[in-house]
C-alpha cells in the first residue's frame, strides 16, 4: 500500500478536515504523516506529500525543504499553498498602505512564544464558554440577568426520550444513518457527549440530530477535575446504554471529530494555571 503525507504550515487545518471528511483515500495509501491527527513527529519516506498552508516562518521554510526531500511526490493543496492565501494579504503594496494609513498601527503586535487562556496572567470574573455562546448568554453575562440560570448539562436541554429497548451493537458515525427525532442519540449508536457538556446551548445541535461535541465545555461536575475523570465518565454511560465494545468507544473519544473540543475538558485543570500559583477555575464562576 502507497504511503502519503500531509504537511502543515501556516494556516487553518481546514484542507485537513476536508481530507479526513474523504473516505476514497483509505482503501488506497496509508497515512503515514499528519500532526494535526497523529502523534507522530519524523516524516518518514513517502510516495505523496501534500502541503496546504503557506510559507509563514522560517520554520515553515525549513520543514518544507526538508519533507519535498522524502517524498517522490510534491502536492500544494489549496489556496495558500498556491498563492499565499488570505495570510498574505498584507504582503500587497494597496493592502499594505491601507493599514497604515492609521498612525497607531505603525507598531505591528509581537507574537507571544505561547499561547495561554488569559486567567494564567489576569484575574478573571466571569467564564463564558461555547463556539460560540448563544446570544441569551451573552446577554446574560453582561447584565448579571437575574434569576438567570442554564441548565446543568446540554442532555437536560435536548428533551430526547431514552429507550431502554435500543441498545446498538456499534457506532453510527457522525454523518450516517437516519436520525429519529424523539430518540436519545445514544441509543441511536451516535457518539453524543451532551450528557457531560456543560448545557446553555438550548441544545442546538443535538436537537436536530447533530451529536453533541462539547464545544461549552465541561458541566459542573467535571470542571474542577482530570480529563481522565471524564472519560471514564462517558465510557460508564456508554456502556449502561449500549452493547458497543469499549475499545471502538475509546478510540471514537478520541477522533479527529472531538479533537478540537475535548482539550477544554482538561485545560480547566492546566498546568499554568497550577504554576502560576492562581486556583483552578470554579464552577460558580463559569456561566
Not at 94 to 103: D, G, M, P, Y
Request: net charge neutral; hydrophobic share 40%; with cysteine.
Amino acid at each position: 500500500m502507497k504511503q502519503f503525507a500531509v504537511l502543515q504550515l501556516s494556516g487553518c487545518s481546514g484542507c485537513e478536515v476536508s481530507l479526513l471528511n474523504a473516505e476514497e483515500w483509505m482503501d488506497k495509501y496509508k497515512l503515514a504523516y499528519m500532526p494535526l491527527v497523529a502523534s507522530v513527529y519524523d516524516l518518514p519516506p513517502v510516495d505523496v506529500l501534500l502541503v496546504s498552508g503557506s510559507l509563514g516562518s522560517d520554520e515553515d521554510l525549513y520543514n518544507l525543504q526538508h519533507a519535498v526531500r522524502k517524498a517522490k511526490k510534491v502536492v500544494a493543496v489549496g489556496t495558500c499553498a498556491i498563492s499565499g492565501g488570505v495570510a498574505h494579504l498584507g504582503d500587497r503594496d494597496e493592502v499594505r498602505r491601507l493599514f497604515l494609513t492609521q498612525h497607531e498601527r505603525f507598531h505591528l503586535p509581537r507574537l507571544l512564544p505561547k499561547s495561554r487562556p488569559i486567567d494564567s496572567r489576569v484575574a478573571v470574573d466571569c467564564y463564558l464558554p461555547g463556539c460560540p455562546p448563544t446570544p441569551e448568554l451573552v446577554i446574560a453575562a453582561l447584565f448579571e440577568t437575574p434569576g438567570f440560570k442554564a441548565a446543568s448539562t446540554v442532555c437536560q436541554e435536548c428533551g430526547r426520550r431514552k429507550a431502554r429497548e435500543m441498545r446498538p451493537s456499534h457506532l453510527v458515525g457522525f454523518m450516517k444513518g437516519e436520525v429519529q427525532s424523539e430518540i436519545c442519540l445514544i441509543n441511536q449508536g451516535y457518539l453524543c457527549i451532551g450528557v457531560s457538556t456543560r448545557g446553555g446551548c438550548r441544545a442546538i445541535c443535538t436537537r436536530a440530530g447533530y451529536p453533541c461535541v462539547g464545544c461549552r465545555g465541561p458541566s459542573d461536575a467535571f470542571i474542577e477535575k482530570e480529563s481522565q475523570t471524564w472519560f471514564t465518565s462517558i465510557q460508564r454511560v456508554f456502556t449502561s446504554m449500549t452493547d458497543v465494545p469499549p475499545e471502538e468507544i475509546e478510540a471514537e473519544l478520541h477522533s479527529p471529530q472531538l479533537a478540537m473540543f475535548l482539550f477544554q475538558f482538561s485545560d480547566y485543570a492546566s498546568d499554568p494555571l497550577v504554576e502560576s500559583g492562581k486556583s483552578v477555575r470554579v464552577k460558580e464562576r463559569i456561566l
